[in-house]
């Protein structure tokens, strides 16, 4: 579903968040994260597009702007 697959992507980011905080130049490890949080963004408007009420208490949940 579309509500795990934000969870999951969520999750990934706060691992690489702290990785990048310890190794800051790990290059590899910033792109992807770039690349995940846009896949995130990508799921959060189709979700917002198809079930608003979903999409509102998806984002209290996980305190997402």
Excluded: C, M, P
Aim: a positive charge; glycine letters at 4%.
């Amino acid at each position: 579903s579309i509500e795990f697959q934000v969870a999951l992507l969520t999750q990934q980011i706060h691992d690489l968040t702290a990785h990048l905080i310890a190794n800051k130049k790990d290059a590899i490890a910033r792109r992807g994260l770039q690349i995940k949080v846009g896949k995130r963004k990508s799921l959060l408007k189709y979700l917002e597009r198809t079930d608003r009420e979903k999409y509102a208490e998806f984002r209290n949940n996980f305190r997402l702007r």
